[in-house]
């Protein structure tokens, strides 16, 4: 079994919002098909299409459209992927790190619907900047411990990203 069949499936953060609040297509992509395939894109700049995450086309687990997947997608391997396959880390240590990310990020999302973000809808990022900077709700006691739970679960979060995901 490759490293990618092992990782993959159990974690989907490129996927879900968590890592990228979007996914600019490469040229060669035939937008057309994409769109047919269920991806919405949108303009980004002047020249460029992008689909926001969570991809309409990732399933929580797998990719509906992998074969068809656009070149960014196809190119990306994350940190995790990169160390395991170059023998730098084990999968069992990759699988407990997917594990403790996708923990975080449920947290983060935790906190933000509690917020009334949409995070399964919108990038993570999209939904945090959001919710902190609405107004505080100054007839909530706890608005502003609510805040600082959220914000100390999404740096957690973010931290391990950068650290493991995003290198």
């Known amino acids: 079994m490759s490293a990618i069949d092992s990782l993959c499936p159990k974690c989907g ?3 879900d919002g968590s890592l990228f609040a979007d996914v600019e ?19 980004k700049g002047r020249r460029k299409l992008a689909f926001a995450q ?25 940190g995790v992927l990169k160390q395991v396959r170059a023998g730098k880390m084990t999968v069992d240590t990759a699988l407990n ?16 619907s509690a917020f009334g973000q949409r995070p399964d809808e919108m990038p993570m990022t999209q939904c945090y900047s959001e ?13 502003g411990e609510r805040r600082g739970q959220l914000m100390q ?15």
């Open 25 to 43: 297509l490469r040229s060669g992509d035939n937008s057309e098909r994409l769109v047919q395939l269920g991806l919405v894109l949108t303009k």
């Open 13 to 15: 953060l490129c996927c």
């Open 153 to 167: 679960a999404y740096v957690d979060l973010m931290e391990l990203l950068e650290q493991e995901f995003l290198r």
């Open 54 to 78: 969570p991809c309409a086309c990732f399933d929580g687990k797998f990719c509906k459209i992998y074969d068809q997947r656009p070149g960014q997608c196809r190119l990306f391997e994350c």
């Open 97 to 112: 790190l997917i594990s403790e990310a996708k923990t975080l990020a449920n947290r983060v999302r935790a906190h933000l």
């Open 131 to 143: 919710a902190m900077s609405a107004p505080i709700d100054l007839s909530r006691d706890d608005d």
